[in-house]
């Protein structure tokens, strides 16, 4: 298979250099990857890539790059990449820059961030200090090599800080390497660097102890505990298979040597099988065995069992003794010794199952093995059993969450066209962006053509998200292009659609939006508040010398703007009131021509109310500046360059709709 080829994008931010020198820009690489194996790989080719892309165009701190710097990046790199892509599986956003501190004794430092693109839970306490350990570890707590791996500890290890940010839908893992000294040529590594590397090398060594289990700690204090991390951890996940990987990352070793988690097929029926969901070892070498093993020997709870997640003894599985026994003897007629050997399917002990339920249905079943013991104390029993309620719980709000995410998108689906119409003479480019990707938005477009050799673009906006801001967008679309065709004009049509927005069809809209809420488990809105429509719609007519005549009106909606060849930037339209708020409105529309080489842009106000702590994207007309730079670029490069400057003017991923359209004449 070929690598993945990379898009480097690299930018440069306002920064500050070494005391003494003038300010300058300061350098930052990006690229996104998919959530495939090949993922890591390519990422350490991109740091590589990345900083002698530094070096070469001379950047300051990039004299104190150093050999060990660079292997440090390309490791950590690949941890936290790894890590995203087997425990998210989405597409991973790399980001990595140099941060400069002046003064007296000027310091540099490379800093690493790993974005996926999985809902997380919130992280409580300080985010930016040495950072919360891995799923499964208490606060404060890194946990030992042999049981969950060694990717974080080597990060903790190799990175000067390292922590964890969670945003909506985002989860970046950051990590920070001090440059050598960089007013200088690199000198010897003292003794702290030292440390660091003997740390290091101990980490990625092979050899892995095992930790002996205490069930003492499960006093009074450590069972609470326990139960709160493990509330934390499974109620922020929305998707039952990431629920079931982390159940048994919290099960194992803590409280068994083993487990695996079946999960029923929702919809399935009586006779659907339930499907083995995730298998999961205190040695990972057992894990694949234990997985074929419990595949040929599915659970079957006894009869009579009640609903709840209580512990039911169950027949160790016989395959593990027998594929112990087989391995043993195979190496022992290899090595020449009948000394015992550890072996993945573990020695005769005991199992217990559990019922995962919520809201009085069975979801699936938990069981876990203890190896060479006779019986799980019954302590540990009680609280695995309070666990698998928690765990229930969790598999239940992610399922509701997926059954609302399907009939959104399906929605979307629905309420979106599928495709365009193409205007003669015209280059169109649009960007659609939900705030929400499992839910529908609240922003919706159109381009179609009409009778009378015109075709019109809608650009609209429905206060709020969801299923309610759905069933407005699903009854406005069909309206608008109803009234266009019957040959109304602009004006016109927006009259009647506010008239249609106010009568009895918007009770019935209001209903309808009750009832799919209802349908996917979601909080029922009283529906007695008004939606809101802005709008933005427009006619246009090919001219027979080359070019087109817009006709445009504006109700409540960001204002078009029209780009000159020159570079001159003016509004396209004079703002009028929302649609569905007052009965007796007569909209009115403007009229201009867009010559060959002008370019008319349209978006909504998730653009032009895009946030940075105070201030708004389009303050100072911040809008018509980046638009002025798009002067001679088609359709497609200026919906990019005005996608990018929506999404850099802050740090955190938008948090409403971004719609815009791009017309160009030809």
Known sequence: MAPIPLQRDTVQRPGTTRAGDAPGPRPASRTSLPGIPLAPSAARRFVRAALAEWTGIGVPAAVGFSDRLADDAVTVTNELVTNAVVHAGTTVDLVLRLEEEGGD????????????HHPARPVSGDERGAGP???GAYAGELPDPAEYGRGLQLVATLADSWGITYRTGLKTVWARLPVDDW??????PDEEALRRGLRAAEILAPAARRTERDDAVWDSRGAPAFLAEASDLLAGQLDEDLVAAI???LLVPRLADWCAIWLETEGGGPAAEPRLARVWHSDETGTEPLRAALEREPLRLPAGVGSGPVSVPVPWPAHLAEEDREGREDREGREGTSAPLPHPGGRDGAALAFRITAGGRALGTVLVGREGVAQVPEAVASLIEDFVRRLGLAVGAARAYTRQA???RILQRGLLPSKVAEIPGVTSALVYEPSDDGVVGGDFYDIFPCPGDRWCFVLGDVQGSGPEAAVVTGL?????RLLSREGFGVGEVLDRLNRLLLDDAMEAAEAAALMVAAAGGQ???DGTQSRFLSLLYGEVVPLPDGGVRCTVASAGHPLPLVLRPDGSVRPAAEPQVLLGVVEDVAYESQIFDLTPGDTLLCVTDGVTERRSGPLMFDDGDGLARVLAGCAGLPAEATAERIRRAVHEFAEQPPDDDVALL???AD
Request: glycine fraction near 6%; charge should be negative; hydrophobic fraction near 45%.
């Open 105 to 116: 004794e000027p310091s540099a430092a490379l800093v690493l961030e790993v974005t996926d």
């Open 133 to 135: 350990g891995p799923a």
């Open 183 to 188: 007013s200088a040529p690199p000198a010897p």
């Open 247 to 249: 159940a048994g990352q």
């Open 406 to 408: 399907t009939i959104s």
């Open 476 to 480: 406005a679309r069909p309206w608008l």
């Open 523 to 525: 909080q029922l809105h």
């Open 662 to 664: 791009v017309l160009h």
